[in-house]
């Protein structure tokens, strides 16, 4: 979701309500870092700590989610394989995803670009990473 009155108003969706961003990471402090850095940018932050509990988010009725950033390593569900889902997925293939790991492997950066991640970011996560993530935004 973009907005007509440009970089400024990056954390504020339509009606001034904030951009929601759902955030995946199976660490607690990697979910509460990212957490920081993007509600310090005015986004909106639902966190949780795995694939299948985003899915389960969002498949609930109008979850209302601009865009989703997950871990790439977590146990029962990758990042990789929760991207696959959401894109194959007529009602969610819309959201952007951000795929983030603290392995720089180029073949997997390159992957995941390819099923249709907006972006992959290398942890830790820095405040010119959230940054550029207003430019992702549809």
Known sequence: MSSPRGPKA?????ADRPIHVLAVD?????RAVIARLLRSSKYRVTTVDSGKKALELLGLQEPNVNMIITDYWMP????????????????LREIPV???SS?????????????????FLLKPVRPSDVARLCNRMR
């Open 10 to 14: 990056c954390g504020g969706g339509a």
């Open 76 to 91: 029962e569900m990758t990042g990789y394989e929760l991207l696959k889902i959401v894109k194959e997925s007529s009602e």
């Open 26 to 30: 199976d660490s607690s402090v990697d």
């Open 103 to 119: 392995e720089n492997v180029p073949n997997r950066i390159n992957r995941c670009l390819e099923e249709g991640a907006e972006d």
């Open 98 to 100: 951000v795929i983030m």
